[in-house]
């Protein structure tokens, strides 16, 4: 690998720490400390604990929970930018440890003896795919060194913008614009330098002394503004933000527990709150008051040391005098146990639902059980149909069934192995990554919802009670993260369900691994914030002329009843081109007025508090704007986009109130700040070299994203460019947000019916999609095991700790995870994840999901148990941060060599001397997709080379990379072909009384084709259609609805409503897999003479191309490095 990568596990790197930085540095001008060395591997361990636990608090401390709403008076806003993929709680590295050859203190080492820290893929050749590294970086950026999959360089600190102190003013007197002074439509009121629009009514001149300010919003109704950074501000085992303390670095962690200290500056409306920031008054134990989020919920406040220690790696379970009918002394999944009989004298143990299942997990082998397919050896040289003719689904891990009957849906929650290894030793053995996929609010046809005052909560830890939790009697239960001891509530013994009094396991918290608890209003700081939406529109002449307005204003108009919300729900409209157009839509008008900014650099919010009105009291003018608005710049000249300050603008506008910002952008922004200017170079589109600018060129959408996110304010963005626009620096601000990114490139309505038609389904979906407000969103695991990575679109507000100003159900999750301290005595793990956030109806919730894992001592257990999709999509989300801080060429050679040191590590430490003789690549059974997978990541849009891809295309594909979860990402990677010609009812299934055929699925290669049939790829976002010319005429006319081959219309995407049994049965087929995702697949289909053909055939993962191997050639390249 040229210089970059050093495989998994590289012996250079066992006493470096991590640096405090989320993935890549998403600008390289920002990344100023590039010290990270070029030889790092896979999996590090990090030197520095980092557990669920942290240390109380004895210095001052950012209060990073006050979650709800707003930022708490003197909050600290971060100010070194985190990206996306965070390493949390990882001090810089130490460069000098890490430096190939001899330094001081570290044993030079050959380049053999490292496999993994070179590339390993063929000398590039005129029909070789293997990219030539070349710099990535822009003119005058310092140079970023090639690091790891794990982490970034180091980046320096940058503060972020600050909204203004103090209540936020406006500059525009209101006096003498009365409701009985407005203008009729359209009126143009333009403030500040004359603009290019002409003036239809009043126009308000930028004179030297502005007129009275008044606030944005009424009296009381604002949040409490945010305070000045202080630099000297630090977070316990996060990296300093600014220049350190004269005291010297702070504490990591104490070496004795401390009692809970809190420095922070307590709200007067402060409340006991639980540690998603609620009141946690309600749970058993009563525990206390704390005025500060991360107090309580970053592994709890520490607790003092109790007068009877808990064993934490005792025998489990001890036998009791006597019990209750119906139960049984087991103890709970691995958690140590030690004897303590209630007040009664009685003794009592875990609940009948939980019986069996430790009984059966001691010494988990794969030698028992079903999941000793998983380690057997197929050779892939010779067993080449190993793709599954039905989808493949994620393995079950190796638990009793009565806890797999509990455990959370791997659709919502899935592990990278689902057999956890005991050491970190082990699991550094196995070149495999460690890591969660997660996708948490995920629509669920059965969701269990409490109402109860009672959230029974562990008081160390905070884990929310669930099915792997361990009842020691009817009023004790052990947590299965921290296993400390807990009360049961008196009102938790009572079950709702049943109408049943002493069974607290019969309630639903401990039957269902994925509940959701409605927050009583203790919980709040004050009322929840309504549904907020604010549409920021593209008007200039390049927007008109693609037709996406009437669009966007139709469906708007269509769905305007189906926003998600409530009587409380407000809206908002601002369009822009070289200047900013704001809309009055005040209640009590007879139309619309419509004022205009051209001051673009210093932009202001005139009558703000008309601006941002309730959806039902003022729908009649709103629905007047929509039909209206696309007429009013039909004939517009201006080809300027001013989008930096129309973004400015929406926060100023937003910041009281929060919620979600909706912007249309059809070109490159070319005025005001946020302004760029274009970095492609379309002769470099097919190079085989690295790609360049991939990064942000400029961090402005990165800072005034980090400061929508503290505001409550999620950005997403739709891009309809028909040219280059700089995606990569765009896209920052929904990224750091939690906002989400469409791309409809060469958007026409007219020219490319196909995009018009994704775009409208895909809008439809996003306008009514349930949604929630103000979201936090922490990972818990099991003790011993430590978060260090996130990947997905958020901003990390403490190590573990993800601020979501919106959730969206469509948006996934990845976690990075390493082994801290040995699970020897360990049989289960558990990790819990708890979304907490704000509906559109008003009412707090808390999602959560938990998942339970069984512990291995054994490489072959761990092999048998990996998730070859978890494992490919955790990978491809790595390979973009590689992609971004090092180079293209370092992240292919990194997926490469994943590949090459797992299936040698199998073949050395787990097959037997007699199987390792033989020829040809062996892998285990559940690996072995993994080369056909990685293969399909080496073609895919966001890494591929020597293949024309526009730049723009790779870099939102390396956002969806990052974005979606694995269930629709996969499908991207490795789309599923199916022939269709001759569908029938055999081996069919009955969904909601519909025959749906279930054609089996065909390897991604020519030869599976044949001019006589049609066959259907799927490929997640899309559906191609692929018609041979000698296709039987029966199909095209009882399915396409055309009398032969050449009437086939060329830009067909809907199949016609025939009705004849072909028909129905190809149209349910197709239904049954757009059901299954809740994005939109367009039908495209496919001719040989039409020009899509041509991304059909590049989805042939295992056919060769002009710069890519086959997949056999793969295979063999693989081989050889194998058995070097």
């Not at 899935?414 to 995920?442: D, E, V, W, Y």
């Not at 009023?475 to 921290?482: T, V």
């Not at 990075?816 to 956030?837: H, P």
């Not at 004849?1060 to 049954?1072: D, G, I, K, Y």
């Amino acid at each position: 690998m040229s210089g970059a990568s050093a495989g998994y596990n590289s012996p250079h790197l066992a006493r470096a720490a991590r640096p405090c930085l989320n993935g890549p540095g998403p600008n390289q001008l920002m990344n100023q400390n590039s010290s990270v060395p070029t030889d790092q591997g896979y999996n590090v361990v990090p030197q520095t604990p980092h557990v669920q636990q942290l240390p109380a608090k004895n210095f001052p401390q950012v209060p990073i929970e006050q979650y709800n709403y707003e930022y708490q008076q003197n909050l600290q806003p971060v100010g070194n930018f985190q990206s996306v993929g965070q390493t949390v709680s990882r001090p810089p590295l130490n460069a000098n440890l890490l430096q190939k050859g001899n330094s001081a203190g570290v044993q030079s080492a050959s380049l053999a003896a490292y496999p993994g820290s070179y590339s390993r893929m063929p000398l590039p050749s005129q029909s070789s795919f293997a990219p030539q590294p070349a710099d990535s970086v822009p003119p005058r950026a310092s140079v970023l060194p090639q690091s790891n999959w794990q982490f970034g360089p180091p980046q320096q600190s940058h503060p972020v913008s600050q909204p203004p102190a103090g209540m936020q003013k406006n500059h525009v007197s209101t006096e003498g614009i009365g409701q009985g002074h407005m203008p009729p439509v359209p009126i143009s009121t333009v403030y500040g330098m004359p603009g290019p629009k002409p003036a239809l009514a009043n126009q308000y001149g930028n004179m030297a002394g502005r007129p009275t300010t008044q606030n944005y919003a009424n009296q009381g109704s604002v949040h409490p503004p945010v305070s000045q950074p202080s630099h000297n501000m630090y977070q316990p085992g996060r990296a300093p933000l600014g220049p350190p303390p004269s005291g010297g670095p702070p504490l990591i962690r104490p070496s004795q527990p401390l009692a809970n200290t809190n420095h922070d500056v307590p709200l007067a409306q402060n409340i006991s709150r639980d540690s998603e920031g609620f009141n946690s008054g309600s749970s058993g134990d009563q525990s206390e008051a704390f005025d500060n989020y991360d107090t309580l919920e970053g592994g709890g406040k520490i607790m003092q040391p109790l007068q009877q220690p808990l064993k934490t790696r005792g025998t489990l379970g001890h036998p009791y005098p006597s019990m209750p009918p119906g139960y049984q002394n087991l103890a709970g999944p691995g958690i140590p146990g030690s004897q303590m009989p209630d007040a009664a004298g009685s003794q009592f143990s875990q609940a009948p639902h939980f019986n069996q299942i430790m009984s059966g997990m001691g010494g988990l082998s794969l030698q028992q059980g079903h999941q000793s397919e998983g380690v057997r050896p197929l050779n892939l040289l010779q067993d080449r149909n190993i793709l599954p003719s039905t989808p493949v689904k994620a393995p079950q891990p190796n638990l009793h069934k009565d806890l797999q009957k509990l455990n959370c849906n791997p659709e919502v929650f899935r592990c990278t192995l689902t057999n956890i290894p005991q050491t970190q030793s082990l699991l550094s053995k196995a070149k495999l990554p460690l890591g969660l996929q997660l996708h948490p609010f995920r629509d669920l046809s059965q969701l269990p919802v409490v109402t109860s005052s009672t959230i029974v909560r562990c008081r160390s830890c905070r884990t929310y009670i669930n099915p792997f939790v361990n009842f020691l009697d009817q009023r004790r239960w052990k947590c299965n993260l921290c296993y400390r001891v807990n009360d049961v509530p008196e009102e938790f013994m009572y079950n709702p369900v049943t109408r049943s009094y002493g069974e607290p396991h019969k309630r639903p918290e401990v039957q269902s691994a994925t509940i959701e608890f409605i927050a009583p209003s203790e919980y709040m700081l004050r009322p929840p914030q309504p549904a907020v939406y604010l549409y920021i529109l593209d008007v200039s002449h390049n927007a008109i002329e693609s037709g996406y307005l009437n669009t966007v204003c139709q469906l708007l108009l269509d769905n305007l009843d189906t926003l998600p919300g409530d009587s409380r729900t407000r809206i908002g409209f601002i369009t822009f081109d070289s200047t900013i157009h704001f809309y009055n839509l005040q209640e009590g008008l007879s139309q619309p007025q419509m004022m205009v900014v051209s001051d673009i650099e210093d932009v202001f919010i005139p009558t703000p508090d008309n601006l941002l009105v309730n959806l039902n009291e003022s729908k009649e003018l709103i629905q007047d704007l929509l039909r209206n608005l696309p007429q009013m710049f039909i004939n517009t000249l201006e080809t300027q986009s001013a989008l930096g300050p129309a973004l400015q603008a929406a926060y100023k506008l937003m910041s009281p109130t929060g919620g979600r910002a909706s912007v249309f952008q059809t070109q490159l922004p070319s005025l005001g700040v946020g302004a760029l200017k274009s970095r492609e170079d379309p002769n470099q589109r097919s190079s085989i070299k690295d790609v360049q600018h991939l990064s942000p060129a400029i961090d402005f959408y990165k800072k005034l994203a980090l400061d929508c996110s503290g505001q409550q304010i999620a950005v997403d963005l739709f891009m309809l460019n028909g040219q280059y626009s700089d995606l990569a620096s765009l896209a920052c601000i929904s990224k750091f947000s939690a906002g989400c990114i469409y791309c409809y490139p060469s958007y026409h309505h007219k020219h490319n019916l196909v995009q018009v038609e994704k775009f409208q389904k895909d809008l439809k979906r996003y306008l009514t999609r349930k949604i929630g407000f103000e979201a936090v969103m922490r990972i818990r695991c099991t003790k011993g095991l430590a978060i260090h990575t996130f990947h997905g679109n958020f901003f990390v507000r403490s190590t573990d700790l993800l601020s979501l100003p919106n959730i969206n159900p469509d948006a996934g999750f990845a976690v990075q995870m390493s082994i801290e301290e040995n699970l020897v005595d360990v049989q289960l793990v558990s990790f819990q994840a708890a979304l907490l956030y704000t509906s559109s109806k008003g009412e707090r919730r808390i999602r959560v999901h938990t998942m339970c894992l069984p512990v291995v001592s054994s490489l072959a257990d761990v092999y048998a148990g990996a998730d070859v999709q978890s494992v490919t999509c955790l990978l491809a989300s790595m390979a973009v941060d590689r992609s971004i801080s090092s180079s293209l060429s370092d992240a292919r050679d990194a997926l490469v060599n994943a590949v090459i040191d797992s299936l040698a590590t199998y073949r050395t430490a787990v097959l037997s001397q007699q199987q390792q003789q033989q020829p040809g690549v062996i892998a285990p059974f559940s690996l072995r997709l993994f080369p056909l997978y990685v293969l399909a990541l080496l073609k895919q849009k966001a890494f591929r080379t020597g293949t024309s891809t526009r730049l723009d295309d790779r870099v939102f594909s390396m956002c969806e990379v990052k974005y979606q979860p694995v269930s629709y990402l996969i499908l991207m990677i490795h789309p599923n072909l199916y022939r269709i010609d001759n569908l029938s009812d055999e081996g069919s299934i009955n969904v909601n009384d519909k025959t749906i055929p279930q054609p089996p699925i065909l390897q991604l290669s020519v030869e599976k084709l044949n001019r006589d049939g049609a066959f259907l790829m799927d490929a997640g976002s899309a559906f191609l259609l692929w018609v041979g010319k000698n296709c039987c005429s029966h199909f095209i006319s009882q399915v396409l609805g055309a009398s032969n081959y050449a009437s086939i219309p060329q830009n067909m995407t809907q199949l016609p409503e025939l009705d004849t049994a072909e028909s129905e049965r190809t149209r349910a087929f197709l239904s049954w897999l757009r059901d299954q995702r809740p994005f939109y697949p367009v039908l495209q289909v496919v001719k040989d003479e039409t020009p899509v053909k041509t991304s059909f055939l590049q989805n042939m993962i295992e056919d060769r191309t002009e710069s890519a191997l086959s997949y056999y050639e793969f295979l063999l390249h693989v081989q050889q490095q194998v058995n070097k």
